[in-house]
C-alpha cells in the first residue's frame, strides 16, 4: 500500500515537473522572439548605435574649402536625443555663430520622435555647442580677422554613445572653384570607370 502511494506520488511529482518545465521553457522562448521583434523594429526604424553617422552636410563640401574640423558636443533637450538616434536631424542651411564667447548652431532642424508630445520643444531652436573656452577664442578670432566661417559636417554618436557634430571651419568657394572642383570629380570618375574596363 506504502510502495503503491509511494509510486503514485512519484508519477504525480514528475508530471508536475515537467509540466513546470515546459512552461518555463516556452515562456523563455517567448520572452525571446519579443526581444528579437524589437531588436528588428529598431533596425527597421534606423536607429543609430555608437560610431555611426546620423546625418552629413553635403552641401558643405560643394560650397566651402575646410582648412581644420573640431568635434563639440550638442546641448539637447527632451526626446532630442532619440530624434536624433532615430535619423531625425538635418544639417542643410544650418550655420554656427560665437556669441557672448558661446558657440550657438542655429537653423538645424530636429523633428519630433514617434512618441513625443505636443508640448515638446522647438524643432528649429538655436542649439548651444559645447567646446573649451580656449578652443572657442582662437575660432572667434580666426572669425574675425581672417575671414573663416564655422559649418556643421555631421553629426554622429561617438563610441561613448554621446551625440556629437563636427564643426568645419571654412573658406567659402567662388563659383570658378566650384567649377574646378566638379572637373576634377568628373575626371575621377572616368579614370575610374576605364580602369574598370581594362
Known amino acids: 500500500m506504502y510502495e503503491r502511494s509511494g509510486r503514485i506520488l512519484f508519477i504525480l511529482f514528475y508530471i508536475q515537473f515537467n509540466i513546470q518545465f515546459n512552461i518555463n521553457s516556452l515562456i523563455l522562448e517567448v520572452s525571446k522572439n ?9 533596425k527597421e526604424i534606423g536607429m543609430y548605435k555608437s560610431g555611426d553617422t546620423v546625418s ?13 574640423t573640431f568635434e563639440a558636443g550638442i546641448e539637447l533637450r527632451g526626446n532630442e536625443i532619440h530624434s536624433i538616434r532615430e535619423s531625425g536631424v538635418n544639417l ?9 564667447s558661446e ?12 512618441y513625443s508630445n505636443k508640448f515638446d520643444i522647438d524643432e528649429n531652436r538655436e542649439r548651444k555647442l559645447l567646446m573649451h573656452k ?7 578670432s580666426k572669425l574675425k580677422l581672417d575671414g573663416y566661417t564655422l559649418v556643421p559636417l555631421k553629426v ?9 557634430i563636427q564643426v568645419g571651419l571654412c573658406r567659402g568657394k567662388k563659383l570658378y572653384d566650384k567649377r574646378e572642383s566638379a572637373k576634377a570629380r568628373a575626371m575621377d570618375m572616368e579614370a575610374l570607370r576605364a580602369s574598370k574596363r581594362v
Not at 552629413?56 to 581644420?68: G, P, S, V
Not at 542643410?92 to 560665437?98: E, H, T, Y
Open 92 to 100: 542643410k542651411g544650418s550655420w554656427i555663430d560665437i556669441e557672448n
Open 103 to 114: 558657440m550657438l548652431i542655429k537653423g538645424m532642424h530636429i523633428s519630433p520622435c514617434r
Open 56 to 68: 552629413l552636410n553635403r552641401e558643405a563640401k560643394h560650397n566651402y574649402f575646410i582648412e581644420d
Open 34 to 42: 519579443i526581444i528579437l521583434d524589437i531588436a528588428k523594429k529598431k
Open 134 to 140: 580656449n578652443e572657442i577664442r582662437t575660432l572667434a
Open 156 to 164: 554622429y554618436i561617438n563610441n561613448k554613445g554621446k551625440c556629437k
